[in-house]
């Protein structure tokens, strides 16, 4: 089975679902409207939704799982912008704008994941003014984040400090049934070091260091907060 051209899966358990409904407060009509024109997919891990520079096919919102949004140079360098969790649109600007895709978004856990073709999304907004508000809302608030993220790795917080705040940020998603801050986390430590700035060989010092001092656990895939008051310290 395929959707957008891509592999779908259809067995995947997925955790933390967040629709379209929940993350912009639309009406019942608006939410009836967007919802006749969305495909939805299930995808594994690694399923490319959208490469770099490649023509804008439409807006990606991603119900539950995560997806890297990231970047390279002409050299193979590459910088990891964000993780889009629950709730969060990938390709919006460009669907509005009519650019081409920024960055490359690849599926890094299991994902449920929504697809407006571009087309069919700005006749939605051109026919439902306040659905459109709520989407430019939304189209702030990603702005607004990739700014803050360029923002922690231009202004070269310590790399300790870094990990900590994307430790935080990874678990905020939920617990998994843990008493502890928890979340699933299969990223290798280059990743890690390409989303905060640092080499992989820092990220691996860090974790152990981490680890060491009881600040975190790994229990097969999950990554558990075990000290949260501590590594806030870390993190401020």
């Given at each position: 089975m395929?959707?957008?051209?891509l592999?779908v899966?259809e067995s995947?358990t997925?955790?933390?679902?967040?629709s379209f409904?929940?993350?912009?407060?639309?009406s019942?009509?608006?939410a009836k409207s967007l919802?006749a024109?969305t495909?939805?997919?299930?995808?594994?891990?690694?399923?490319?939704?959208?490469s770099?520079?490649?023509?804008?096919r439409?807006?990606f919102?991603v119900c539950a799982?995560?997806v890297?949004?990231s970047?390279?140079?002409?050299v193979g360098?590459t910088?990891?912008?964000k993780f889009?969790?629950?709730g969060?649109?990938l390709?919006l600007?460009?669907t509005?704008?009519?650019?081409s895709?920024?960055?490359l978004?690849?599926v890094?856990?299991p994902?449920?994941i929504?697809?407006?073709?571009?087309a069919?999304?700005?006749s939605?907004l051109?026919?439902d003014?306040d659905?459109?508000?709520?989407?430019?809302?939304?189209?702030?608030a990603?702005c607004?984040s990739?700014?803050?993220?360029?923002?922690?790795l231009?202004?070269?917080h310590?790399a300790?400090?870094?990990?900590a705040?994307f430790?935080?940020?990874w678990c905020?998603?939920?617990n998994n049934?843990y008493?502890y801050?928890?979340?699933?986390l299969?990223l290798?430590?280059e990743?890690?070091g390409q989303?905060?700035?640092?080499s992989r060989?820092?990220?691996?010092?860090?974790?152990?260091?981490?680890?060491?001092?009881r600040?975190?656990?790994?229990?097969?895939?999950s990554l558990?907060?075990?000290n949260?008051?501590?590594l806030?310290?870390?993190?401020a």
């Amino acid at each position: 089975m395929e959707s957008c051209g891509l592999p779908v899966v259809e067995s995947i358990t997925l955790r933390h679902r967040k629709s379209f409904v929940d993350s912009f407060a639309l009406s019942a009509t608006s939410a009836k409207s967007l919802s006749a024109i969305t495909r939805i997919a299930r995808y594994p891990r690694g399923a490319v939704l959208h490469s770099e520079g490649h023509q804008c096919r439409g807006v990606f919102f991603v119900c539950a799982g995560r997806v890297k949004l990231s970047i390279s140079s002409s050299v193979g360098e590459t910088m990891i912008l964000k993780f889009a969790g629950p709730g969060e649109t990938l390709g919006l600007p460009e669907t509005i704008a009519g650019k081409s895709y920024e960055g490359l978004a690849e599926v890094t856990e299991p994902s449920e994941i929504h697809f407006i073709e571009q087309a069919d999304f700005l006749s939605f907004l051109d026919r439902d003014r306040d659905a459109a508000m709520q989407i430019s809302r939304e189209l702030s608030a990603v702005c607004h984040s990739l700014m803050g993220n360029v923002r922690e790795l231009a202004l070269r917080h310590s790399a300790r400090k870094r990990l900590a705040r994307f430790l935080l940020r990874w678990c905020a998603v939920g617990n998994n049934g843990y008493s502890y801050p928890t979340a699933h986390l299969t990223l290798t430590h280059e990743e890690i070091g390409q989303a905060i700035g640092s080499s992989r060989e820092t990220v691996t010092r860090l974790l152990s260091d981490f680890r060491k001092n009881r600040l975190i656990h790994f229990r097969e895939s999950s990554l558990l907060i075990i000290n949260d008051a501590e590594l806030r310290i870390h993190a401020a």
